[in-house]
């Protein structure tokens, strides 16, 4: 019955609005804040009781803000962790927090986390009713330092996992993006003279009334191809694009199977293999330090680590660690760690110092990632500059072959 009551006290402060106010105290000094409440009568009534005499009432709207992403969640987690340090009260962190996004998005979510918390709701409760900005990993950690009465340090340890783990997505990235952009710049590039540009010169070439080399000939049979049919070539392409990563995106099946094919990349494959263990080991030292158990810290490490295989193998790791086996063997089991990370986490559980053996095996594959990025980086120059190279070099001799041909004839 009390829980009931507290869902809809809830519900009802979800609907509520958010009113700031002016007026006056029984000193005569002026004073403004923000209250949540269902009409302005509410507000007047409320401060009335509280002795001030109000003199402005309005409701704030808040705009629909931008889309909220995994850094502001990392900034809001960041700034609660401080201010709970600090000795501020949630209830004013939040209104601290909320205050200062500039994204009003993140406002207004943290303004329902606060009526959630003030109606008697633990912060943990508050976070699970929204999945989509705060994973079970998150949640759990939360309740974890709620009960041990640790809020803050765990906040402070979510924050810096977060804050690494979107370090080492941008590494990723930043490595992927170049050699892709290349590629579309490319494209672009070629579609542009195969449309415009070798057209003009074949209106040129007509009037030579000479045979024409085979590579001028080969180039303006493609053109003639991009001209007629570029439109089916823009929209399969694009269209393809479209579908595979929506494939991606919700086939499990799909997902498993390029999972698989980019961990075998001839030039990627190893960085994103020592991203997905840096981020494996980091999730599981950063749980089994807040006491969270083992086999249930795995049910959130195998989908932190965003690799199906490594999801495949934890699923498979925590199977045998729930039936005794140590996490040594069951990791050796699944032979998709290396030998060194399994000879770290045996130490680990040896001197029973597990946690600073993961966070050492994940500051060790986070600097290699940085070294492999940097790498790649200074590859793929050279490499993407052969390829240009040759495309549009080869497309532009071939257009000139002929009037050097005519040249030498002259």
Request: hydrophobic residues 50%; proline residues 3%.
């Given at each position: 019955?009390a829980?009931?009551?507290?869902?809809?006290?809830?519900?009802?402060?979800?609907?509520?609005?958010?009113?700031?106010?002016?007026?006056?105290?029984?000193?005569?000094?002026?004073?403004?804040?923000?209250?949540?409440?269902?009409?302005?009568?509410?507000?007047?009534?409320?401060?009335?009781?509280?002795?001030?005499?109000?003199?402005?009432?309005?409701?704030?709207?808040?705009?629909?803000?931008?889309?909220?992403?995994?850094?502001?969640?990392?900034?809001?987690?960041?700034?609660?962790?401080?201010?709970?340090?600090?000795?501020?009260?949630?209830?004013?962190?939040?209104?601290?927090?909320?205050?200062?996004?500039?994204?009003?998005?993140?406002?207004?979510?943290?303004?329902?986390?606060?009526?959630?918390?003030?109606?008697?709701s633990?912060?943990?409760?508050?976070?699970?009713?929204?999945?989509?900005?705060?994973?079970?990993?998150?949640?759990?950690?939360?309740?974890a330092?709620?009960q041990?009465?640790?809020?803050?340090?765990?906040?402070?340890?979510?924050?810096?996992?977060k804050?690494?783990?979107?370090?080492?997505?941008?590494?990723i990235?930043?490595?992927?993006?170049?050699?892709?952009?290349?590629?579309?710049?490319?494209?672009?590039?070629?579609?542009?003279?195969m449309?415009?540009?070798?057209?003009?010169?074949?209106?040129?070439?007509?009037?030579?009334?000479?045979?024409?080399?085979?590579?001028?000939?080969?180039?303006?049979?493609?053109?003639?191809?991009?001209?007629?049919?570029?439109?089916?070539?823009?929209?399969?392409?694009?269209?393809?694009?479209?579908?595979?990563?929506?494939?991606?995106?919700?086939?499990?099946?799909?997902?498993?199977?390029?999972?698989?094919?980019?961990?075998?990349?001839?030039?990627f494959?190893?960085v994103?293999?020592?991203?997905?263990?840096?981020?494996?080991?980091?999730?599981?030292?950063?749980m089994?330090?807040a006491?969270?158990p083992?086999?249930?810290?795995?049910?959130?490490?195998?989908?932190?680590?965003?690799?199906?295989?490594?999801?495949?193998?934890?699923?498979?790791?925590?199977?045998?660690?729930?039936?005794g086996?140590?996490?040594?063997?069951?990791?050796?089991?699944?032979?998709?760690?290396?030998?060194?990370?399994?000879?770290?986490?045996?130490?680990?559980?040896?001197?029973?110092?597990?946690?600073?053996?993961?966070?050492?095996?994940a500051?060790?594959?986070?600097?290699?990632?940085?070294?492999?990025?940097?790498?790649?980086s200074?590859?793929?120059?050279p490499?993407?500059m052969?390829?240009?190279?040759?495309?549009?070099?080869?497309?532009?001799?071939?257009?000139?072959?002929?009037?050097?041909?005519?040249?030498?004839v002259?």
């Open positions: 019955m829980t009931a009551s507290r869902n809809s006290a809830s519900a009802r402060l979800n609907k509520d609005a958010i009113f700031a106010w002016e007026g006056k105290d029984k000193s005569g000094k002026s004073v403004r804040g923000e209250l949540r409440a269902g009409g302005e009568a509410v507000v007047s009534a409320t401060l009335r009781r509280q002795g001030i005499l109000v003199t402005k009432i309005k409701k704030k709207n808040f705009r629909s803000g931008k889309r909220i992403s995994d850094k502001d969640i990392t900034l809001f987690t960041r700034q609660l962790a401080t201010m709970m340090k600090a000795g501020v009260p949630l209830l004013q962190a939040f209104d601290i927090i909320a205050k200062g996004n500039a994204n009003p998005s993140v406002s207004k979510l943290v303004q329902d986390i606060r009526a959630d918390v003030e109606t008697g633990s912060l943990n409760q508050a976070f699970r009713k929204f999945p989509l900005y705060f994973d079970p990993l998150f949640c759990n950690l939360v309740g330092g709620e041990a009465g640790i809020l803050e340090d765990l906040l402070t340890r979510l924050a810096v996992y804050e690494k783990t979107i370090a080492i997505k941008g590494k990235k930043s490595a992927m993006f170049y050699p892709v952009s290349i590629l579309v710049v490319a494209f672009v590039v070629t579609a542009v003279i449309i415009w540009v070798v057209p003009a010169f074949k209106d040129v070439f007509k009037s030579f009334g000479a045979d024409l080399p085979a590579p001028t000939l080969f180039v303006m049979a493609i053109s003639d191809f991009f001209v007629e049919w570029w439109y089916l070539i823009f929209g399969l392409i694009f269209g393809g694009l479209y579908l595979f990563f929506q494939s991606w995106k919700r086939s499990l099946k799909v997902q498993q199977t390029m999972d698989r094919l980019l961990l075998k990349a001839p030039i494959g190893a994103i293999r020592k991203a997905t263990i840096a981020r494996w080991t980091r999730t599981l030292a950063t089994f330090a006491g969270v083992l086999v249930e810290s795995l049910d959130s490490v195998g989908g932190a680590c965003g690799n199906a295989v490594y999801l495949d193998a934890t699923k498979k790791i925590q199977t045998e660690v729930s039936t086996t140590s996490l040594t063997a069951a990791m050796q089991n699944s032979e998709v760690f290396p030998n060194m990370v399994t000879q770290m986490v045996s130490i680990g559980e040896e001197s029973g110092s597990l946690d600073m053996m993961l966070g050492k095996v500051d060790f594959y986070e600097e290699e990632v940085d070294d492999a990025v940097a790498s790649l200074s590859l793929m120059e490499l993407i052969v390829v240009l190279g040759v495309l549009i070099g080869g497309l532009v001799i071939a257009m000139y072959l002929p009037i050097f041909k005519l040249g030498a002259v």
